[in-house]
Antibody, heavy 123, light 106 residues
Framework: EVQLVESGGGLVKPGGSLRLSCAAS????????MNWVRQAPGKGLELVSS????????YYADSVKGRFTISRDNANNSLYLQMNSLRVEDTAVYYC????????????????WGQGNLVTVSS | DIQMTQSPSSLSAYVGDRVTITCRAS??????LNWYQQKPGKAPKLLIY???TLHSGVPSRFSGSGSGTDFTLTISGLQPEDFASYYC????????FGGGTKVEIK
């Protein structure tokens, strides 16, 4: 069974830092691109960052570029999001999500998600 | 960047109703369009990919259609467990989500 378990969230002051972790199990982690998706309270979904299977490619939303860094450790089946210079508007539930490319079909989807981890930025 | 606009933002319906949600892309995305369902306090679940292909385990009352810039998600015969929020997502570019549609009980 595929499992994604996030940790590392919590309350932090504006300007502070946090590191989110996502422990993966039940699949060959090194075969898949991974993503962080967030959801502010009462709001919609926003892709924050993506990383491909061998870390050669990363993507950041404009809202976090230069402040957040995505990384992965394939040997330990783990995904990370280092969040620096945090702002009040970064307050959200952060989800770790696996991207699956479907055989025989163009495109793909976020087929597996973690339970979500709340990050609150407040003074 | 591609913008994704969903409508309506919310709707009320009865169990058994046929419900249609629309999603419009700011530029053509061919059929690179996904739909997700999210219930309160839970992570989203993938329903449909490439605009019309049902993901494994998704009931056949869900269907998707469209290409280019205009897409629809239809639920034929709304069930109690379908009351949730629904999001479209383009997969042609930067995986942008639509703003969501909340389906509530009438």
């Amino acid at each position: 069974e595929v499992q994604l378990v996030e940790s590392g969230g919590g309350l932090v002051k504006p300007g502070g830092s946090l590191r989110l972790s996502c422990a993966a199990s039940g699949f060959t982690f090194s075969d898949y691109s991974m993503n962080w998706v967030r959801q502010a309270p009462g709001k919609g979904l926003e892709l924050v960052s993506s990383i491909n299977s061998n870390s050669a490619y990363t993507y950041y939303a404009d809202s976090v570029k230069g402040r957040f860094t995505i990384s992965r450790d394939n040997a330990n089946n783990s995904l990370y999001l280092q969040m620096n210079s945090l702002r009040v508007e970064d307050t959200a539930v952060y989800y770790c999500a696996r991207w699956t490319t479907f055989i025989g079909a163009a495109g793909g989807g976020h087929t597996h998600w973690g339970q979500g981890n709340l990050v609150t930025v407040s003074s | 960047d591609i913008q994704m606009t969903q409508s309506p933002s919310s709707l009320s319906a009865y169990v058994g109703d046929r419900v249609t949600i629309t999603c419009r892309a700011s530029q053509s995305i061919s059929n690179y369009l996904n739909w997700y369902q999210q219930k309160p306090g839970k992570a989203p679940k993938l329903l449909i990919y490439t605009a019309s292909t049902l993901h494994s385990g998704v009931p056949s009352r869900f269907s998707g259609s469209g290409s280019g810039t205009d897409f629809t998600l239809t639920i034929s015969g709304l069930q109690p467990e379908d009351f949730a929020s629904y999001y479209c997502q383009e997969t042609d570019s930067t995986l942008t989500f639509g703003g969501g549609t909340k389906v509530e009980i009438k």
